[in-house]
């Protein structure tokens, strides 16, 4: 089956600074990659996607980009803001299963 | 737009106990997923329902647990008789269609049995 990792596990950054969080997948089947943002007490909230036909995407302060060769996909956040500290989960599907990666809690310090 | 609809929230219950958690999938979507969020485990799939029908269980741990979906706008899962190391965060998610389609996932059911 598919195996998802994500790094890192926390991440610390100033407010007004740019996050980064990194997933690598091992199916080469898979090709749609969602990102998911948790808060406290609540579900995961997908914040933004990829397919395997795009290399990168945007949406506002947040972009995602994909290396289908390297079988790798990031999460870009930029000019960083308290209300993005959240747990982040990566996942990679072929089909109608989401593997998660382990997930990173981001703090946004200000 | 209502998202997926999840109750209760909160769950305390003994062991040996039954406990049924309910889900409300989002209005016109064919999929429904329950998942179970650990700790030690993270976010796992139980269950994959796909107009209504039970498509892929291989992730229901044991016999103690069983899921229904007797229409498009309702799903229970049951665990009987719950145990301690049933303790956990279950969600469900419902999705438009199979494949490549983004997920939608309710506030979950944080479940404890002591």
């Known amino acids: 089956g598919e195996n998802v990792e994500q790094h890192p596990s926390t991440l610390s950054v100033q407010e007004g600074d740019s996050a980064v969080i990194k997933c690598t997948y091992s199916?080469?089947?898979?090709?749609?990659f969602p990102w998911y943002k948790q808060e406290l007490g609540k579900g995961p909230q997908l914040i933004i996607d990829?397919?395997?036909?795009?290399g990168e995407k945007k949406d506002q302060r947040i972009a995602v980009t994909l290396n289908k060769t390297a079988k790798h996909f990031s999460l870009h956040i930029t000019e960083t803001q308290p209300e993005d500290s959240a747990v982040y989960f990566c996942?990679?599907?072929?089909?109608?299963?989401?593997?998660f990666g382990a997930g990173t809690t981001v703090t946004v310090r200000a | 737009d209502a998202g997926v609809i999840q109750s209760p929230r909160h769950e305390v219950t003994e062991m040996g106990q039954e406990v049924t958690l309910r889900c409300k999938p989002i209005?016109?979507?064919?999929?429904l997923f329950w998942y179970r969020q650990t700790m030690m485990r993270g976010l796992e799939l139980l269950i994959y329902?796909?107009?209504?029908?039970?498509?892929?269980d291989s992730g229901m741990p044991e016999d103690r647990f069983s899921a229904k979906m007797p229409n498009a706008s309702f799903s229970t899962l049951k665990i009987q008789p719950s145990e301690p190391r049933d303790s956990a965060v279950y969600f469900c998610?419902?999705?438009?269609?199979?494949?490549?389609?983004?997920?939608?996932f309710g506030d979950g059911t944080r479940l404890s049995i002591l």
């Open positions: 998610a419902s999705s438009p269609d199979r494949s490549r389609q983004p997920q939608h």
């Open positions: 199916d080469s089947a898979s090709n749609y």
């Open positions: 990829i397919r395997s036909n795009v």
């Open positions: 996942a990679a599907s072929g089909g109608y299963k989401l593997s």
């Open positions: 209005s016109g979507h064919n999929s």
């Open positions: 329902f796909n107009n209504n029908v039970p498509i892929d």
